[in-house]
């Protein structure tokens, strides 16, 4: 960003640009010799009342906030609402713009609101919130650790270029998408980035839309955030939509850390991606593992060891190498107990009876086969009958 308080086009100047507005203008001062967290805005009630209202500052103490310029800046309201800076008459044009306008005219009623309530809740939460923060260009910049930017996107935009410039300057991304943006290629970055739906509801009837932007609304709101918010399924393998959150406890959760972004194509997630809390992410991991591995085939059959054959030694592991080394001595088999020597030797007196055999045949024996004559002919079956009837 220049030093210099030179006239020059705006088109030249790209700090402070906000990608999804179409004119630059001057939104934003510093009051001269007063040191402040951040710089006043147009958009700001509180900010305005100080540089338009009846009790404004006197002329010369709004300055431009671009380091090294202290040009003198006065505040406008055009009668559609627009609210600007300008330079003082009498004095050169310093070419600092670092605001921008939607589409030549104010943000809209919905997305002011939105601002000052979200940088409300992050102030309750002990968080310093900055509305049209000029130097990440992010709608609210709430100073955690890490900082995270907040964009409020009604319109499709350049999602990618726009969170990668946010996250140079070392923040985390928060895309919240009002009802109102209702487009079907905003819709399909709902998951594709760190995004959620934000919804304002009646506090009489949590079913039906507030609009507390617009004139003439009366009643208590409550803020959601949803869609992209998750939980544990009730089997504990998924994380579906959690359906409407808190929008301060969701604010809670991302500051402190206790919720991120998961995402795209996340195994686990319903839809692919969404905010979690880890510990949900390890637990449903975990239950997936158990599922699959109960799915697999069974552990082997368990061998057992056939008994050698009576009368025949049982073998004797030599030590091995490995074994001779580290002192290892192979256990020699037990010795027959006394009932079985006996019944060892009536079978040794059989078989001394027996011819001798070479190895063990371990083969079954051989069952006697009766003796039948083969069985005759028909022929010499009927010779016979008629010799045996004429015998008769």
């Keep these: 960003m220049a030093d210099s308080c030179r006239s020059r086009s705006p088109r030249n100047d790209g700090a402070m640009a906000h990608e999804d507005h179409s004119q630059r203008s001057k939104q934003h001062a510093w009051r001269r010799d007063v040191r402040r967290r951040y710089p006043l805005w147009v958009y700001d009630d509180d900010d305005w009342s100080l540089m338009h209202g009846e009790n404004k500052l006197p002329v010369g103490d709004l300055i431009c906030p671009a380091p090294g310029c202290r040009a003198e800046l006065v505040a406008v ?46 102030d309750t939460l002990g968080y310093e919130a900055i509305q049209e923060h000029f130097e990440s260009h992010a709608d609210v910049w709430v100073a955690s650790t890490p900082p995270v930017a907040i964009e409020i996107q009604r319109w499709p935009t350049a999602f990618a270029s726009r969170s990668a410039a946010r996250q140079s300057k070392g923040a985390n991304v928060l895309w919240l998408l009002p009802e109102s943006a ?31 932007w617009e004139p003439g609304h009366s009643g208590r709101v409550l803020l959601w955030v949803g869609a992209t918010v998750m939980r544990r399924s009730t089997d504990g393998l998924t994380l579906v939509s959690a359906g409407n959150y808190d929008a301060r406890e969701f604010l809670r959760e991302l500051l402190e850390g206790e919720r991120r972004w998961y995402g795209p194509n996340e195994p ?125």
């Excluded at 487009?183 to 507390?212: C, H, N, W």
């Design 77 to 122: 309201e055009r009668e559609s609402g627009t609210r600007f800076l300008r330079n003082r008459r009498g004095t050169a044009d310093c070419g600092h713009a670092f605001g921008w306008d939607r589409r030549g005219g104010s943000p809209s009623a919905e997305h002011r609101w939105l601002q000052q309530r979200l940088a409300m809740l992050c």
């Design 182 to 212: 209702s487009s079907k290629r905003v819709g399909r970055e709902l998951f594709r980035y760190p995004a959620a739906r934000i919804r304002v509801m009646q506090r009489e009837d949590r079913t039906k839309e507030a609009t507390p």
């Design 268 to 392: 686990g997630f319903k839809f692919g991606s969404g905010w979690a809390r880890p510990d949900d992410v390890e637990q449903v991991r975990a239950a997936r593992h158990r599922a699959a591995a109960s799915r697999l085939p069974g552990p082997l059959p368990t061998v057992v060891a056939i008994p050698p054959a009576a009368g025949t030694a049982p073998s004797v592991r030599e030590p091995a190498l490995d074994d001779q080394e580290h002192g290892v001595t192979p256990v020699a088999p037990e010795a027959p107990r006394r009932e079985d020597a006996d019944r060892h030797q009536i079978s040794d007196a059989t078989a001394k009876d027996a011819p001798p055999s070479a190895g063990c045949d371990l083969r079954p024996p051989e069952l006697p086969v009766a003796d039948v004559p083969a069985r005759r002919g028909w022929l010499q079956r009927l010779m016979t009958w008629f010799r045996t009837g004429a015998s008769r």
